[in-house]
C-alpha cells in the first residue's frame, strides 16, 4: 500500500523566499510581489526607485478590469546573492509613496520552461531511507536506488529523461504489482482509467513483464493531453510539485520499491506512478481537474498550499467515483495498491464515503501510515472540477488570478478580484 511520502515533505513549504543550493545560479534568494500603484503617468517610475541592489526578474502589469480602475497591479519578481538586499528592496516598496499595497508572492513557474529554476530541490529520500524501509538495511538495494536518484538528479529540461536498465530483480517485483492488481483494476478502476490503461497495453507500453521507461510515458502522454513528465530523485515540496502541475508537469520518481515486499511502499515508486497516475493522466477531463489544483497554488500562501495539497490527497492520490450505480477508483493511490483498493471499494475494515467537497477536503487530516478512514466520491471529473473552481475562487486569497493559455502553453495573470485559476476566463494578458 501506498503510504503518503507527499505529504512528509509538508513542513518544506518554501515561504516568501525561495533558495535553491544546487547550482551558483540557482542560489540565488528570489521574492516577489504584487504592489498596487496610481493608474496615473509616472506611478511606475516612483516604484521601480524602491528597486534596489537585485536583479529585476520580471515585472508584469496585471489587466485592469477597465480602463478608468484608479489602480493598477504590477507583479514584480527579483532576486539576489544574499537575503539582505532583498529585503531590503521588500521594506522600500512597503514605504514606497506610491504603492499602497503590497502583497508577498512566493516565486511560481508560468512555463515548464520555468521549471529549471527548481531542478534539483528535492529531499534526498530517494537515496536516504528511513530505519522502517523495507531497503534500509539492504546495501545492494540502496546503491541502486542512489544511483538511480543521481542519474535523475543530472537531468535538466530538454534533455532526454534518463534511461533505466531495470534489473531481474526489479521487473519480477513490477510484474507481481502488475499481475497481482489486474483482476482487482479490472473490477474497481473508472471508465478513464480502463480505457487509458487498454489503449496503453495496446501500444505495447504496458506489460507484465517489462517496467516502461519514463521518456517513452512521457511522449506518450504528451501526445494525448499535453501534459510531460519530468523525473525526481526524491519527493518534491508541496508547493514545487502543485505549481508544476499548473504547466502541465507531473513529477515521477523511477526507483523501484524494494524486492521483499513487493506489495508495499512506504512512499511513491514507479509502480505507484506508472500503475496509478500515469494512465488517468492520459484522460483530458481528469488532466483539466489535476491543473486547476496547481492553477489555485500558483503564489498562493503556505496556508492555502496546505489546503491544496489536502485537495490533492483527496482526489488525486485517494478519489473515488461514481459510475453505473457503483463506486470506483480513480486515485493513484488506490488504484496502485492492493489493500487500499479493496479497503477502500469493498469497505473491508470501517470507512466512510462522503461526496467530494473540496472546503471539507480541504479542512480534513489523513492517516499516511494505515489505510484511510475517509474518502471523497465525484460524480464526474467536470462537476468534480466546478466545485474545486468555485472552492479556489472563493478560498484561495490571491490579488491576481491565473489562466492557461493552451496556445502559448502557458500561465497568464489576470485581473479578476482575487479569482483563483480557471482555463476559460476573458482577460488575460
Ligand atoms: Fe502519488
Known amino acids: 500500500m501506498l503510504r503518503g511520502a507527499f505529504q512528509r515533505s509538508g513542513g518544506l513549504l518554501r515561504r516568501t523566499f525561495d533558495r535553491s543550493s544546487s547550482t551558483l545560479a540557482e542560489s540565488m534568494v528570489r521574492a516577489g510581489a504584487v504592489v498596487s500603484v496610481p493608474n496615473d503617468p509616472g506611478a511606475l517610475r516612483d516604484l521601480l526607485r524602491s528597486i534596489d541592489r537585485v536583479n529585476l526578474t ?15 497591479n504590477i507583479h514584480l519578481e527579483f532576486c539576489a546573492g544574499t537575503e539582505e538586499p532583498v529585503n531590503n528592496t521588500l521594506e522600500n516598496l512597503r514605504k514606497s509613496p506610491s504603492a499602497v499595497e503590497l502583497t508577498g508572492v512566493p516565486w511560481f513557474p508560468r512555463t515548464q520552461k520555468d521549471l529549471e529554476r527548481i531542478e534539483g530541490q528535492t529531499m534526498q ?64 478502476a473508472c471508465r478513464e482509467f480502463l480505457n487509458a490503461f487498454s489503449a496503453m497495453e495496446t501500444a505495447g507500453i504496458m506489460k507484465a513483464d ?16 499535453g501534459w510531460r513528465i ?34 508495499y511502499t512506504p ?53 473515488l467515483c461514481r459510475q453505473d450505480g457503483q463506486v470506483k477508483a480513480y486515485g493513484a493511490g488506490v488504484l496502485s495498491s492492493y489493500g487500499e483498493i ?4 469493498m469497505g473491508s475494515e470501517a470507512r466512510t464515503l462522503v461526496d467530494w467537497d473540496p472546503m471539507v477536503a480541504s479542512q480534513t ?47 497568464s495573470i489576470t485581473w479578476q478580484g482575487g479569482r483563483a485559476g480557471s482555463h476559460d476566463s476573458t482577460t488575460t494578458m
Open 210 to 225: 517489462h517496467i516502461p521507461q519514463l521518456q517513452t510515458l512521457d511522449d506518450y502522454l504528451n501526445d494525448r493531453t
Open 125 to 188: 529520500f530517494g537515496e536516504e531511507l528511513e530505519a522502517d524501509h523495507p531497503g534500509f538495511l539492504d546495501k545492494e538495494y540502496r546503491k541502486r536506488r542512489s544511483l538511480i536518484a543521481q542519474a535523475d538528479k543530472s537531468y535538466r529540461l530538454g534533455m532526454k529523461i534518463p534511461k533505466v536498465n531495470y534489473v531481474q530483480s526489479e521487473t519480477s517485483t513490477w510484474k507481481t504489482i502488475y499481475e497481482t492488481m489486474e483482476p482487482l483494476r479490472n473490477k474497481h
Open 230 to 263: 519530468r523525473p525526481v530523485s526524491g519527493l518534491v515540496s508541496p508547493r514545487n510539485f502543485l505549481n508544476a502541475l499548473a504547466v502541465k508537469v507531473f513529477h515521477s520518481t523511477q526507483y523501484i520499491r524494494h524486492h521483499d515486499q513487493p506489495l
Open 365 to 411: 487530516d489523513y492517516p499516511i501510515t494505515k489505510y484511510q478512514p475517509l474518502y471523497f466520491v465525484a460524480n464526474n471529473f467536470t462537476a468534480a472540477r466546478h466545485k474545486l473552481v468555485a472552492f479556489t475562487s472563493k478560498e484561495i486569497k490571491r490579488p491576481f488570478g491565473t489562466v492557461f493559455n493552451d496556445e502559448r502553453n502557458e500561465v
Open 58 to 72: 520580471r515585472i508584469e502589469s496585471i489587466p485592469l478590469a477597465d480602463d478608468a480602475q484608479q489602480m493598477a
Open 342 to 345: 479493496e479497503h477502500a471499494i
Open 267 to 319: 512512499e511513491p515508486d514507479i509502480c505507484h506512478e506508472v500503475l496509478g497516475h500515469i494512465p488517468m493522466l492520459c484522460d483530458p477531463g481528469f488532466a483539466a481537474f489535476s491543473q486547476e489544483i496547481g492553477l489555485a497554488s500558483l503564489g498562493a500562501s503556505d496556508d492555502d498550499i496546505e489546503r491544496l495539497a489536502r485537495c490533492y490527497w483527496f482526489t488525486v492520490e485517494f478519489g
